[in-house]
């Protein structure tokens, strides 16, 4: 089945929608993207490797989406490349986001402590003839 788009976009707006979710959907870049949130200066990269561990090619990669979908900036300043978050908006999304994780595990302990208040079971005995 085709998706269909409202007509008269010649990219519709769904699809930057997706991509952005894209840009999100891996832990490393998410990680990198809380570096950069909590930090109240622009990150270098190498402190960025030096938090998360990360091997530098990887990092290249993954930062590379972020720009590529227009998360991040860097800047280059002598050897160095600093990046910070394109909106201020994107801490708060990240928020949001640990906000639905927190809810969701929360429900899932409820789930799991209502389990223990089920009656107990017992085993039967089966014989083998």
Do not use: W
Not at 9 to 21: C, M, T, V
Not at 38 to 62: D, F, K, N, Y
């Amino acid at each position: 089945m085709a998706t269909t788009y409202p007509p008269g976009s010649a990219r519709p707006l769904y699809e930057i929608k997706a991509n952005l979710f894209k840009a999100l959907a891996h832990p490393a870049r998410i990680r990198i993207l809380e570096i950069l949130t909590s930090a109240e200066r622009p990150v270098p990269v190498s402190e960025i490797l030096s938090i998360t561990g990360i091997e530098a090619t990887l990092m290249s990669q993954h930062l590379a989406v972020l720009k590529r979908h227009r998360v991040v900036a860097g800047e280059r300043v002598g050897n160095a490349v600093f990046y910070t978050p394109t909106h201020p908006l994107i801490a708060e999304l990240l928020l949001i986001a640990r906000t639905f994780l927190t809810d969701t595990l929360a429900a899932d302990q409820d789930q799991l402590a209502a389990v223990e208040t089920l009656p107990p079971l017992r085993r039967t005995a089966t014989t083998a003839e």
